[in-house]
Nanobody
């Protein structure tokens, strides 16, 4: 069973930094793409940062220059370095991945359970 487990969320003051991690496990043979999404109260879930297997990245305009997505392929772990955080970044952050496993040949999309990020003084 594929699992995506996020960690690193918490409470931070405006201007501060956090680093989120997403560890993928469960018989994973290949990862095509991964991404971070977030959902604030009363708002739709939105893409924050995406990372493809070729190393290409894309970011929401609101986080460009402040957030950086990266991945350690050996650990199957994706990271989101978040700097210069502001209250508008407060949301539940979710990890998403397109994965192929050793026991199912087709690509499937998975979500993590989410980690809360709160930016407040």
């Amino acid at each position: 069973q594929v699992q995506l487990v996020e960690s690193g969320g918490g409470l931070v003051q405006p201007g501060g930094s956090l680093r989120l991690s997403c560890a993928a496990s469960g018989g994973i043979a290949d990862i095509k793409a991964m991404g971070w999404y977030r959902q604030a109260p009363g708002k739709e879930r939105e893409l924050v940062a995406g990372l493809a297997v070729d190393g290409s990245t894309n970011y929401a305009d609101s986080v460009k220059g402040r957030f950086t997505v990266s991945m350690d392929n050996t650990k199957k772990t994706m990271y989101l370095q978040m700097n210069s955080l502001n209250p508008e970044d407060t949301a539940v952050y979710y990890c998403n991945a397109d994965v192929r496993t050793y026991y199912y040949v087709l690509w499937r999309n998975y979500w993590g359970q989410g980690t809360q990020v709160t930016v407040s003084s």
